[in-house]
């Protein structure tokens, strides 16, 4: 997926000067004027805006100039301009906010629903483990006893978090035996080894 990050502008009111001297022709006329607000975006998503333009042209000799241009008393009435909201260019803001509030809610969501399932392991539990070498991977638990837990580890390492569950299929699962004790698997959820396990 290509992400374009870049700014954009928006027009958000027209309007028009008039009986003022045009600062090119010098002759009293009206002008029209087009305010836009510029905004950051993030592909195509607006952000949030971070300025706004101002292009002038003249009535009478159909010149266009800038907003410097103009007399001050003019460019301070153009400053008190009521622009009106513009909550839309703060949408990509919004989503992206929205985003990181869920991310972190599901993450304690799921950190707790981790800390209670460890105390509690049943057969057919999935355990998605972080190692030591950054890798990912997951293991299945075959059997409990009362002091001893008996998995199948997958047969495939994942490179990201995310693609973890993707290895949960059967026919991964075939000869990596392991057996823990219960004080192995608390230490290895201690030690965030353990980052995940799915109750089907």
């Not at 950051?40 to 292009?55: E, M, Y």
């Not at 009521?82 to 929205?98: E, H, Q, R």
């Not at 869920?102 to 057919?124: A, C, D, H, M, R």
């Not at 355990?127 to 299945?140: A, D, E, I, P």
Request: proline residues 4%; glycine residues 4%.
């Amino acid at each position: 997926m290509i992400v374009l990050v870049g700014t954009r502008d928006s027009n958000i009111k027209n309007g028009i000067i008039s009986n003022e001297k045009c600062p090119k022709c010098n002759e009293e006329s009206t002008l029209h004027f087009s305010i836009y607000r510029r905004y950051t975006h993030l592909t195509l998503i607006p952000l949030f805006p971070v300025g706004r333009l101002v292009f002038i042209d003249c009535d009478h000799c159909k010149e266009k100039f800038d907003y410097e241009d103009l007399p001050e008393k003019i460019q301070l009435k153009l400053r008190n301009e009521k622009l009106g909201a513009t909550p839309w260019m703060y949408l990509g803001s919004i989503i992206l906010a929205g985003f990181i509030i869920f991310s972190v809610s599901n993450y304690f969501k799921e950190k707790e629903e981790t800390s209670i399932l460890i105390q509690n392991p049943i057969e057919g539990d999935i355990y998605n483990l972080k190692f030591s070498n950054g890798y990912y991977s997951n293991m299945r638990i075959d059997k409990v006893t009362k002091d001893s837990i008996y998995t199948t580890h997958n047969n495939f390492d994942a490179y990201m978090s995310y693609e973890i569950d993707d290895l949960d299929k059967p026919e991964n699962f075939t000869s990596r035996k392991s057996s823990y004790s219960r004080k192995e698997l608390l230490k290895l959820y201690r030690d965030d080894e353990i980052i995940k396990i799915r109750r089907k």
